[in-house]
């Protein structure tokens, strides 16, 4: 002991807090997953959570959506016209909006808007005790609360993903054409030149795990909250950070798969 009585953690103390979250989230996540194919399933707190979500996540999503858009046409064009290969603008920004763009302007405003709202309801739930008497009324609060969030998060953030994707285009093709002087039957015809089925499945289910994850990891910070108002908002805190930690990996992640798959 050292002096003044306080003892030093030892490793396995050190080590055991996070391993025991991972554990814990792991945990959760499967139950919530199981829950999604037995009956009752929560329809109206699954409606709800999604019109909630899209609720906060819109207006986010068109303000990162129109920036990062016109940052990626804009370089890329720059780059063309050194090549001297300006016709192929809208193959680039198709290839970018699709492949990269759509799927981490979905990161960000999922894990940041949305995630956070949820940990933030979840949270003052759990302060208030509401889980506690939802479990001593034998309701369980991973079937009715984290399931539907979950799926609602999936589902939004592959409408945003489609959407920022949309918008990606659009405005490249806007930016290109009447800023930059492309021509627009070269940007048309050049869209589909590297973009095709397989890189809008591969975004598509990059948006969709990345719903899953940050909705998962805005659930179990939730409902682990310990104190008061306080520990809420250092739960939503770390929603975003850990959001962004597993999101970033499963991008890099399922982009090498895709690569892979697509190369064969």
């Known amino acids: 002991m050292k002096p003044g009585g306080w003892t030093p953690p030892s490793v ?42 899209a609720r906060v996540s819109l207006v986010p ?34 290839f970018g909006a699709v492949t990269q763009v759509g799927p981490m302007v979905t990161v960000l405003i999922v894990a940041g808007s949305g995630a956070t709202a949820m940990c933030a309801d979840l949270g003052s739930r759990t302060i208030r005790e509401e889980i506690d008497a939802m479990e001593v009324l034998g309701i369980n609060p991973v079937q009715r609360l984290v399931t539907p969030r ?63 994850i940050a909705g998962l990891v805005a659930c179990y910070r939730g409902l682990t909250v310990s104190g008061g108002a306080k520990s809420v908002g250092n739960a939503v805190n770390e929603t975003v950070v850990y959001a962004f930690m597993s999101l970033f990996v499963v991008n890099v992640v399922v982009t090498a798969i895709g690569i892979q798959m697509t190369a064969r």
């Open 12 to 53: 396995g103390d050190v080590a055991s807090g996070p391993l025991q979250a991972v554990g814990g989230l792991f945990a959760m996540s499967a139950d919530a997953v199981r829950f999604a194919f037995r009956r009752p399933f929560q329809t109206r707190e699954f409606v709800e959570q999604s019109w909630f979500v």
């Open 61 to 94: 999503t068109l303000l990162v959506a129109i920036p990062f858009t016109v940052l990626v046409s804009f370089t890329l064009n720059v780059l063309l016209r050194e090549l001297g290969a300006a016709d192929l603008s809208g193959a680039g920004a198709a």
């Open 150 to 212: 979950m799926l609602a998060s999936a589902l939004v953030a592959m409408l945003l993903n489609s959407l920022v994707c949309i918008i990606g285009i659009m405005g490249g093709y806007v930016f290109s054409v009447f800023v930059q002087d492309v021509n627009p039957g070269a940007f048309a015809a050049g869209i589909t030149l590297l973009t095709g089925i397989n890189e809008v499945v591969i975004s598509s289910v990059k948006a969709l795990l990345f719903g899953l």
